[in-house]
């Protein structure tokens, strides 16, 4: 499958999956995924307090030149709970396929977890002690939201959307988020 069927089959099946599952995992995936915006939120504030625009213009997004298997089926799901539109990937070019003309594709509360806890140095070295803190904090929660999401499926979704379709539902014949394969844990 090229990249491109393998996210529209991956997209579908997750969208499928979601609805079919039962009502008080779909209210627990919908409070976990509001906690991850606000986390997500928190660690773009972080960052833009510091004022890095200029040396990101100057840098011309050298962090987006990879980034294909960063999002995950988590990321995904996030914007499934709200009925948002998921974003267009183009697999055409050699950069990264969410990368649109005037950046990031995503708003930040719907950005991938790699990305959104990436800083590089120079950003970084803007920061104080107290930003750096607060920055830490952040994704220490971002970090424990995604691993109550996949302690809830009993899945590690770390891989990617590409990566997990490709191994669990091509290769393997299964689902994505687990479900239907075995009895999911709500609590
Ligand atoms: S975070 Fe660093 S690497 Fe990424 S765009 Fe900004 S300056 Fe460039
Ligand atoms: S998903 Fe968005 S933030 Fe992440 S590498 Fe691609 S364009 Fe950059």
Redesign the pocket.
Known sequence: MTDEELWRTGIDALACEYRALPPTLRERVAELAERVKEAKQALHDC?TAVN?GA??????????ARGKNHVTVIDLLVCLVEGRELVVPSFSHDICPYLGENGCQMAPPYRPFTCII??????EGLMGRSEKDRLYKAEHRLRALYGEFEKLFGKRFMAGLLIICERDLVRQGSTLLGVGNRVIKES
């Not at 040396?55 to 987006?64: L, P, Q, S």
């Not at 990436?118 to 950003?123: P, Y």
């Open positions: 960052v890095v040396i990101c213009a100057d840098c011309r997004g050298e962090c987006c990436f800083n590089c140095d120079r950003v």
